[in-house]
Nanobody, 129 residues
Framework: QLQLVESGGGLVQPGGSLRLSCAAS????????IGWFRQAPGKEREGVSC????????KFVDSVKGRFTLSRDNAKNTVYLQMNSLKPEDTAVYYC??????????????????????WGQGTQVTVSS
């Protein structure tokens, strides 16, 4: 069974850090760009960050630039979203998704429903004092 599984969410105080993991089973992530998306209650899903299959290219939404980093370990078939200096507005369910595209140095957060082939079930991140 092909699936992505997120982990690492939880409750953290403002200014704290979390590291989310996105692990694949049933397929290798080597040829997939990975995107992270989030959805807060009552809000639309938002693209947060993506990393190309080569790991050479990353993109971040403006609201997380300088606070979030993205890395991948293809040997472990896992992608990591490091979130620092967390704010209450970062509270959301975070999803990872895999995009099999032809360009190893490309990733995009545009049109995720059409672009991404596999999605995880999500992990809750709550930033609150």
């Amino acid at each position: 069974q092909l699936q992505l599984v997120e982990s690492g969410g939880g409750l953290v105080q403002p200014g704290g850090s979390l590291r989310l993991s996105c692990a694949a089973s049933g397929f290798t992530l080597d040829y997939y760009a990975i995107g992270w998306f989030r959805q807060a209650p009552g809000k639309e899903r938002e693209g947060v960050s993506c990393i190309s299959s080569s790991g050479k290219s990353t993109k971040f939404v403006d609201s997380v630039k300088g606070r979030f980093t993205l890395s991948r370990d293809n040997a472990k078939n896992t992608v990591y979203l490091q979130m620092n200096s967390l704010k209450p507005e970062d509270t959301a369910v975070y999803y990872c998704a895999a995009d099999r595209n032809l360009y190893p140095d490309f990733c995009s957060l545009v049109s995720p429903a059409r672009r991404y082939d596999y999605w995880g079930q999500g992990t809750q991140v709550t930033v609150s004092s």
